[in-house]
């Protein structure tokens, strides 16, 4: 079972840019769709961003523009650049891997998730 940690959080001012990074042991992630999300208090978890194993992207449309998700099979490892931050953006942010045969398709089904990193957006 792959086993994810995260990083890269901390506290911006509005405007700023943060980049999360995920990192994967005990498994390749080129078996995974992989994906972030993040919850903020009071709030339900929300898919920001996820990717293919082909390296397709979707995003949530609150993100579009401003938050790029990639990934680095032969490191395995997942990034999310997050430009433009806003004070909305403060939140929890988890990485999270869908183990998937389809190169083309993800289940939405995220099994293995890391213990997250703090993101904070002041005004």
């Known amino acids: 079972q792959v086993q994810l940690v995260e990083s890269g959080g901390g506290s911006v001012q509005s405007g700023g840019s943060l980049r999360l990074s995920c990192a994967a042991s005990?498994?390749?992630?080129?078996?995974?769709?992989m994906g972030w999300f993040r919850q903020a208090p009071g709030k339900e978890r929300e898919r920001v961003a996820s990717?293919?194993?082909?390296?397709?992207?979707i995003y949530a449309n609150s993100v579009k523009g401003r938050f790029t998700i990639s990934r680095d099979n032969a490191k395995d490892t997942v990034t999310l650049q997050m430009n433009s931050l806003k004070p909305e953006d403060t939140a929890m942010y988890y990485c999270?891997?869908?183990?998937?045969?389809?190169?083309?398709?993800?289940?939405?089904?995220?099994?293995?998730w890391g213990r997250g990193t703090q993101v904070t957006v002041s005004s």
């Open positions: 999270a891997a869908d183990r998937t045969t389809y190169t083309y398709f993800c289940r939405g089904q995220y099994d293995y």
């Open positions: 005990r498994d390749k992630i080129i078996n995974y769709c």
């Open positions: 990717i293919r194993r082909d390296g397709a992207t």
